[in-house]
């Protein structure tokens, strides 16, 4: 009775685990924001060297990359692979070399380990995104916006690790004369001495998440996917509905005809400068406010709770989707996360206003758990894995602008306009999908 329980209720066990494993790869790119800090002042004890904002910035920029560009080759792989015998294998290889990076000293290095955790947790993601869809075939913005939420609040998970595991103490960063100019550092010995204790701390935690969906995670057969048809048509009196009803039929792209499709562009433009805003909110909000706010664990609060405003975010953006449609819901949050990323630069000098501008910027990029429905909503839902990775992307440039405009808050201009130039865009993007997404 038991076993048959389970298996009837197999597309909850999917979700628990897609949520869980979506967590666990989210934990390095959601929480290196709050390890920067840290990072850069042990590689300056260690080598002597000041590493600057803009390359310290560079290996989160690369995980976020790897997880865009890569993904797609966990479809590939699965061709070949048995489902499980893959999922195990990208798991405990992501699993393994976190766990290698407690032994890394070289900045060089730590940032080449980057680009290997980006892209295991690149395919994870994709086939992660990829069961949901099997196993819920009339996938909507809010199962979507339930694995995101679980995915942001590995921000809050690795942020408070942070906090407990390298700097339990609060002690604050002091101003240091170096070679390049006087640089905001912790000198502290055990803040030193245990900032590559995250690593291992990391690496257990995640692997705990990662264990059930070992175990359960698989693609559906023939016969449990015409079970999830009727559940959802409402056939079965006995079942419970995961996911709202279908909407009316609409637009069935193939993937040429995506390529053909001025809506593709705009969508791959619009998320591009999301990436914008989701950098900065992420992983510059300690370096943004370190210079008002000489108070590190209120700062790594911030990004903690920013964590938890982004996860929140991502289930609320995904119903109002459903409610509303992509072109109001992406419109709302484009025009609201723009102007306040602008701001951050004069609200950190009070730091309970900072922690409200980077909350509403977090839970306005959210809205980064509607690419898949957004895709499913213009384009149809077939292909729905290779859309969603194709439009995904659309990151990795806005990785890469992020970083170039990065360079040149560190040559040519200040913070201010560095803060303008990622949030003016999303401007564009609320106009573009307001007047396009019809």
């Given amino acids: 009775m038991a076993r048959s329980c389970f298996y009837r209720n197999y597309n909850w066990w999917v979700l628990i685990c897609v949520c869980l494993g979506s967590m666990a790869f989210s934990v390095p790119f959601f929480s290196y924001g709050a390890l920067l800090p840290y990072l850069s002042s042990m590689f300056y004890h260690t080598s002597g060297k000041v590493t600057s904002q803009a390359a310290m910035a560079l290996q989160p920029v690369i995980l976020l990359m790897g997880i865009t560009l890569t993904g797609s080759l966990s479809g590939l792989l699965e061709y070949y692979m048995n489902v499980r015998l893959l999922n195990f294998l990208l798991s405990a290889s992501l699993v393994l070399v976190i766990g290698f990076s407690y032994f890394i000293n070289s900045y060089i290095v730590l940032t080449v380990v980057a680009v290997i955790i980006g892209t295991l947790g690149g395919q994870i993601n994709v086939c992660n995104v990829a069961r949901l869809s099997e196993w819920n075939p009339r996938k909507s913005g809010a199962a979507n916006g339930i694995m995101g939420f679980f995915m942001g609040m590995s921000g809050l998970v690795g942020s408070v690790m942070c906090s407990a595991v390298i700097n339990p103490f609060n002690k604050e960063p002091e101003l240091v ?57 409402g056939d079965s009196f006995e079942s419970v509905e995961l996911l709202p009803r279908a909407k009316p039929a609409g637009p069935d792209y193939g993937v040429k005809d995506l390529f053909r499709s001025p809506k593709f562009y705009i969508l791959y433009l619009i998320i591009l400068i999301l990436s914008l805003t989701l950098l900065t909110s992420t992983e510059l909000y300690k370096f943004i406010g370190i210079e008002a706010i000489n108070d590190d664990k209120f700062l790594n609060l911030v990004g903690a709770l920013g964590a938890v405003a982004n996860a929140f975010g991502r289930v609320t953006w995904g119903l109002i989707l459903d409610r509303f449609g992509t072109r109001a819901t992406y419109t709302v949050a484009f025009f609201i996360q723009g102007p306040l990323t602008m701001t951050l630069h004069y609200s950190k000098w009070n730091k309970w206003g900072y922690l409200a501008n980077l909350c509403i910027v977090s839970f306005c990029t959210g809205i980064f758990t509607c690419i898949a429905p957004a895709c499913q909503e213009l ?18 440039i806005g990785c890469v602008l992020f970083f170039i405009l990065q360079l040149g808050q560190q040559y040519l201009y200040g913070e201010s306009v560095f803060l303008a130039l990622m949030g003016a865009p999303s401007i564009l993007a609320a106009i573009l999908a307001f007047f396009c997404f019809r």
């Avoid at 077939?382 to 990795?396: G, H, P, V």
């Fill in 177 to 233: 004369n170096t070679t390049s100019g006087p640089e905001m550092m912790f000198v502290d010995d055990y803040v030193l001495d245990h900032t590559k204790d995250i690593w291992l701390a990391w690496a257990g935690t995640i692997a705990i998440m990662f264990l059930p969906g070992v175990f359960i995670l698989r693609p559906p057969t023939p016969e449990e996917v015409c079970t999830q048809d009727d559940i959802l048509s």
């Fill in 379 to 396: 384009f149809g839902s077939r292909d729905i894995s290779l859309k969603y990775a194709l439009t995904l992307s659309a990151e990795s």
